[in-house]
């Protein structure tokens, strides 16, 4: 270096940094729908042309199309895609909120079961394609894919717009639940979808790492297929987020008609241990990533264990009776 660069050069600490553009949620959303039409146009296509593989493309391309998106804005790929090594602590507490969330969409499809059976019948037809390709292959493309791909569109690209805004935790996930509902077209699976997407964009906002939320995605598509692949595929659709989650179609296909009483008496004893398992799940993903482990019953929140578990399973055992009575 030369005495005039040396002169009109900077300290490393005082040089001016680029800085990062911050997705903002009018962004986002117009990035959603040029991806969503791309996705119904282009996806299709691909799709009825190589079957499965054509999957396989479809993700990739929401993948490349979501890094080039955050490139072309300028923002900061680490902030809107944050990964870092997740806690083992930390995954055993997303596979519990998974769970809960699993029992709450089967109970609300049941529920739409009942009042509206037809969709239902239709949701196992594509069954055969996944069967027509071994079982390791299913597991990249219906599990490890999504995990990944559709997790950087969902909570990368679009939460990470709409949180700029939305500073609420509760709201921000019923928000991005929506958003990922209205993703997967059928009106059928929305309840379902609306569950397991808020759930997760929740643990990301809680721990403000993807891995948890993508090893939700992945959890979730990997027991479908391998409960597809053990029961012949009469399960499949069960909980596979790209078919409906919490899906129930396999009962529809099994019964013409599900009687409301059956429901109101699964809801009594199966709905009843939901907020426990939701609390559980909660306390352990927060005392993972917390930098001070958090008590299971926070001394600076009043009757917690009373409003959090004890009311809403009252409530839900209450909803389930009046359903068997009514019935």
Known sequence: MNYYELKHSAPRGLRKKKTKRILTPAAVMVFFAVETLLFLVFGSIVQLRFGLGGVAITELGMLVLSVVFVLMYRADLRSVFPVRRPRILGLIGCFILWFGAILTSMLVNLFLLYWFPEPYKTLG???????????????????????????????????????????????????????????????????????????????????????????????????????????????????????????????????????????????????????????????????????????FIPKNVRHPVRNRIVLPMILIFLAGLLVVILS
């Open 125 to 295: 037809a594509e069954d055969a394609l996944f069967q027509s390709v071994p079982f390791l292959v299913q597991i990249l493309i219906v599990a490890i894919l999504p995990a990944i791909c559709e997790e950087a569109l969902h909570r990368g690209v679009m939460q990470s717009g709409i949180s700029s805004k939305v500073r609420n935790t509760m709201l921000l996930s019923l928000i991005m639940g929506s958003i990922f509902a209205v993703f997967h077209l059928y009106p059928i699976k929305y309840p379902g979808m609306l569950i397991l997407g808020g759930m997760m964009s929740y643990i990301l906002a809680v721990t403000g790492n993807m891995m948890y939320s993508s090893f939700v995605h992945f959890i979730n598509n990997f027991i479908s297929l391998l409960i597809g692949e053990v029961s012949g595929g009469f399960f499949l659709s069960g909980f596979d987020l790209t078919r409906g989650a919490g899906d129930v179609s396999g009962i529809a296909s099994a019964s013409d008609s599900i009687q409301l009483s059956y429901i109101g008496i699964l809801v009594m004893s199966v709905g009843i241990i939901i907020p426990f398992v939701l609390y559980l799940g909660g306390y352990l993903l927060k005392r993972a990533e917390a930098p001070v482990r958090p008590s």
